[in-house]
């Protein structure tokens, strides 16, 4: 019994995140490992850039930016 309470819960996440009931259904019952699952479009159509930043989280891009000297700055010149 204890196996279906995990594909239970992906599958309530799943719908939270607003895919639908069947297509959750049938995502919460792979049987890929984390990896394969992290590469394949069923985390690329659920926790897009958008959710994300709704969260609270920042694009690793927008923090570097931000703590990257701008080139023409004394520090990159030869003296």
Do not use: C
């Amino acid at each position: 019994m204890a196996s279906l309470e995990k594909p239970d819960k992906k599958r309530r996440s799943l719908i939270r995140l607003g895919i639908e009931q069947g297509q959750a259904y049938a995502w919460s019952r792979t049987r890929m490992g984390g990896w394969a699952v992290a590469q394949s479009p069923i985390l690329g159509t659920t926790i897009t850039l958008n959710h994300l930043k709704q969260r609270g989280y920042l694009p690793l891009s927008d923090i570097y930016q931000q703590i990257t000297p701008n080139k023409r700055d004394s520090l990159f010149l030869m003296t």
